[in-house]
Each structure stands twice: as structure tokens, then as C-alpha cells.
């Protein structure tokens, strides 16, 4: 499996396709960070663009390779369930790390500051969320939805359900909990990741079942 996904980090990387998701991210967080007042609060921003981002990521290392060249590394890794599977370790890999990432700037630039509760917090939400954007856009990759700009709309409009859906986990959750409009945020963030990883293996497990079908 390392020999398989350190071949998916490198066909990724040398694609470049990540470049646009990246600079996409890096806009938004600096807006992000700019705000004032809590860093609670700009964690909960931070945690959704981190969903759209991990939706991104999986659909940009899924499709990377053309239907013939999967089907190649299918053959030499030994089942398209694997490649799959590394495929989304991948993105959420690369998800996650710049997730961790985005959560330092606001904290240098609060002017409350964050204490490591707060950070510890912010990780936790952004680990939820790029779970949740990975699966999610498990759903909207090849071969479920051939064409990419396709399976970003769909993965787009499957991200904004979770944010605008009342007590939708993970991320309207997330809001509501680093908006302080609840009260227990640990409490609330383990149910908000128990809820998405059992909705993780589900959207995963129905990508694998579908994408078998369709090959």
C-alpha cells in the first residue's frame, strides 16, 4: 500500500491540478484570517472551506489518471477498490495538511490569541470536514460521474447541503458549536465526528459498489 500511494502522491503532484484548488484555499484563508474577535469562530470558517476542499481534492486525485491508465494501475496494484482507496487517502492526506496548516494564521493574527484547547478544537473540526469533502466527493468522481466540471457542481451542491441543512453533520454542526451558539464544544465535536465517520464509510463504501459497477 505505501509503494501505491507514494506513486498516487507523485502522479498528482506532477499534474499540477492541485495548483488551482490550492490557490483557492490560500485566497479564502487569508481573508479568513484577517477577521477580528475569536479564533473560534474563523475555525468554523476555516473547517468549511476545508469541506470544499477536501470535495476538490478527491474529485482532482480520482480523475487524474485517464479510464486506460486506471485500469493499469487497477491490474498492477490489484484491484480498483485499492487504487480507489489510495486515491482518497491521498486527498485526504493532502486535505487535512493544509487544513492544520490554515488554522495557524488566525491564531497568530487574533487578537483574543488561541489557546491549545483552541487549536486543538480547530483541528479536530477541519480533520471532520475534510473526512466529510473526501467522502463526498468519493461520490462525484470517476467512473460515478465522468466529467469534472459535473462532479465539482454536484460535489459543490453536496457540500453546501451540509452547511445549510439544520444539525447536518459535520459542518453546519461545527458553526453552530465555534459560533458558540451551544454550549459543550468537546461534546458536540466528538458526536460531529462519530456522525461523519459513520456517513464517511457509507458514501465510501456506496463509491466503491457504484464505481464497480460502472468499469
Known amino acids: 500500500m505505501g509503494a501505491l500511494l507514494g506513486y498516487v502522491w507523485w502522479d498528482t503532484l506532477r499534474s499540477h491540478r492541485w495548483v488551482a484548488p490550492l490557490l483557492v484555499f490560500l485566497g479564502i484563508e487569508a481573508v479568513i484570517s484577517a477577521t477580528t474577535g475569536s479564533v473560534l469562530p474563523t475555525y468554523g470558517a476555516v473547517a468549511v472551506t476545508v469541506l470544499f476542499l477536501g470535495i476538490w481534492f478527491a474529485v482532482v486525485v480520482s480523475n487524474n489518471e485517464d479510464p486506460l491508465q486506471c485500469r493499469v494501475t487497477s491490474v498492477t496494484a490489484g484491484g480498483m477498490a485499492k487504487v480507489r482507496l489510495a486515491k482518497l487517502l491521498v486527498a485526504f492526506q493532502a486535505t487535512a495538511a493544509l487544513g492544520i496548516a490554515g488554522l495557524v494564521a488566525p491564531a497568530i493574527l487574533s487578537p483574543s490569541g ?102
Open 114 to 215: 488561541a489557546t491549545a484547547t483552541d487549536l486543538g478544537e480547530g483541528a479536530a473540526g477541519v480533520l471532520t470536514t475534510a473526512l466529510a469533502g473526501v467522502a463526498i466527493g468519493a461520490m462525484c468522481s470517476r467512473p460515478i460521474i465522468k466529467q469534472r466540471s459535473w462532479a465539482l457542481l454536484c460535489g459543490g451542491l453536496g457540500g453546501l447541503v451540509t452547511v445549510l441543512v439544520p444539525h447536518c453533520p459535520p459542518t453546519r454542526q461545527l458553526l453552530a458549536l465555534f459560533s458558540g451558539s451551544t454550549g459543550n464544544v468537546s461534546g458536540g465535536l466528538l458526536r460531529a465526528a462519530g456522525e461523519t465517520v459513520l456517513l464517511g464509510v457509507l458514501l465510501v463504501a456506496t463509491s466503491l459498489k457504484v464505481a464497480w459497477r460502472r468499469t
